[in-house]
């Protein structure tokens, strides 16, 4: 059983950056497609990014289009969020999938528990 940790959330002005990077244990992370995705107090979990087995195919919600990346090695996956909002505030989970990227949750099969990204004015 594959476990997925999240790291390098945390408090950020306006303006800023941050990178999030996901680690699998259990079994290799370059075995499945990757996605990000987020939740804020009070709303549904959105679809920020997803990233397929090799890298070579990488799509992005439209609210973080432009401004965050998503990338992969050998051992994890990262999403480089810049020019951060207030609205970019919210929990931060990545999720794995053996078929294929997706924009949809039922697709991934792994979750991890999310990391607090906070954006201040």
């Known amino acids: 059983q594959v476990q997925l940790v999240e790291s390098g959330g945390g408090l950020v002005q306006a303006g800023g950056s941050l990178r999030l990077s996901c680690a699998a244990s259990?079994?290799?992370?370059?075995?499945?497609?990757v996605g990000w995705f987020r939740q804020a107090p009070g709303k549904a979990r959105e679809f920020v990014a997803a990233i397929d087995f090799h890298g070579d195919f990488s799509h992005y919600g439209n609210s973080v289009r432009g401004r965050f990346t998503i990338s992969r090695d050998s051992a994890m996956v990262y999403l480089q969020m810049t020019s951060l909002k207030l609205e970019d505030t919210a929990v931060y989970y990545c999720?794995?999938?053996?078929?294929?990227?997706?924009?949809?949750?039922?697709?991934?099969?792994?979750w991890g528990q999310g990391t607090q990204v906070t954006v201040s004015g």
């Open positions: 259990g079994r290799d992370i370059s075995s499945y497609a």
């Open positions: 999720a794995a999938s053996v078929r294929s990227t997706s924009r949809a949750e039922s697709i991934y099969d792994h």
